[in-house]
């Protein structure tokens, strides 16, 4: 599947996530809009398309595999969001709700259903970048902005229920898989913080290797989190021994946003180079990639500034995996994991 806004408007996608039972993806970004993909519409194309393994030639690396180049203009859903979309979070008790923060700093709950806000909470004072639903108790959302907090919100309140103080901006924040009591973030200060939001005080685990700020964070398991940073890294971090045990490298990444993702095994993230670059957990070096194309014939690339990956989100227990970049571009790739 290859998605091209139809329209020559701003375009760079921050956003993409898959609704609890997969059916449905969100996109969202500079556009001023919410779009709704159903997943079963590409993945019908997806069948009736051959996969061939490819080879990187300049590389060696084993390709990124992807459908043909037909442009689908397929949104089931345009939302219009107003302003711009950081993030977007899926609720896995309400099927229809969607999180969204953005740049006034704004947290908006979505019914996708009926292409309505129905709650917003503004306590945030500058562009907020980050929001999550928690997996397990889905009445409780967290936020992360400019202005150095991490806001916790009930659904049931009009008010947040308490706010985390950092020292920095906020880039990041996701609740842990298991505890739904768990919260990790990532700040400008090149830190990755998990608070147990039981006892909000203090962290119960602090790490600074990074060398600049931290843009995401991401569970591999319970006990495991990833990070990514505009040093050019990803980082993983065992919380059993409270250290860094694999750094990936490879990627190129010192000033945007580029995205990341996991599967459990597998990591995924954008580039700078316009790639994107697909590492098994266990290896520090990238296993495959994929390079977006650097021009098409709709206008959408008109060489205004270097696109980069800018987003991208695994699809649960398969090796679909939906990325975008700065020019609006998306695509369904598949990874060939044998």
Same mark, same amino acid.
């Given at each position: 599947m290859f998605y091209i806004d139809p329209f020559d408007s701003p375009s760079a996608i921050s956003s993409i996530e898959f609704d609890c039972d997969n059916e449905y993806f969100a996109v969202a970004g500079a556009s001023r809009d919410i779009?709704?993909?159903?997943?079963?519409?590409?993945?019908? @194309?997806?069948r009736r398309t051959e996969y061939t393994p490819g080879n990187d030639s300049?590389?060696? *690396?084993?390709?990124?595999?992807?459908?043909n180049v037909q442009r689908v203009h397929c949104?089931? *859903?345009?939302?219009?969001?107003? $302003?711009?979309?950081?993030?977007?979070a899926w609720s896995n008790n309400t099927k229809?709700?969607?999180?969204?923060?953005?740049? %006034?700093?704004?947290?908006?709950?979505?019914? $996708? %259903?009926?292409?309505?806000?129905? *709650?917003t909470f503004d306590e945030h004072e500058k562009r907020a970048w980050s929001v999550d639903i928690?997996? $397990?108790?889905? $009445?409780?959302?967290?936020s992360g902005s400019d202005n150095g907090t991490v806001k916790i919100w009930s659904t049931t309140m009009r008010q947040s229920v308490f706010t985390l103080q950092?020292?920095?901006n906020v880039?990041?924040?996701?609740?842990?898989?298991?505890?739904?009591?768990?919260l990790a973030m990532g700040t400008s200060d090149h830190k990755v913080t998990c608070y147990d939001l039981r006892y909000p005080d203090t962290p119960v685990y602090s790490f600074r290797d990074h060398e600049r700020a931290v843009s995401y964070v991401r569970w591999l398991s319970g006990t495991d989190i990833i990070s990514a940073s505009i040093d050019n890294s990803l980082r993983r971090w065992d919380l059993i021994s409270n250290k860094s045990c694999v750094t990936y490298r490879g990627h190129k990444n010192g000033k945007h946003f580029v995205g990341l993702s996991t599967d459990g095994n597998w990591i995924s993230c954008g580039s700078e180079d316009n790639h994107v670059y697909a590492y098994h957990k266990?290896?520090?070096?990238?296993?495959?990639?994929?390079?977006?194309? @650097?021009?098409?014939?709709?206008?959408?690339? %008109?060489?205004?500034?270097r696109a980069f990956v800018s987003s991208l989100c695994w699809k649960s227990d398969s090796s679909v995996l939906v990325a975008a970049n700065s020019k609006g571009i998306i695509k369904v790739l598949k990874l060939d994991k044998e």
């Open positions: 779009k709704i993909f159903d997943f079963s519409v590409i993945d019908e @194309m997806i300049r590389s060696g *690396q084993q390709s990124l595999l992807c459908g949104p089931s *859903q345009v939302i219009d969001s107003v $302003t711009r979309v950081s993030c977007l229809s709700h969607l999180a969204s923060s953005d740049h %006034n700093g704004l947290i908006k709950i979505w019914d $996708t %259903n009926e292409g309505l806000c129905v *709650q928690c997996p $397990t108790k889905s $009445t409780l959302i967290a950092q020292h920095s880039c990041c924040v996701r609740f842990g898989p298991d505890i739904d009591s768990y266990d290896i520090k070096s990238p296993i495959a990639k994929f390079r977006f194309p @650097m021009a098409d014939d709709s206008g959408a690339t %008109n060489g205004r500034y």
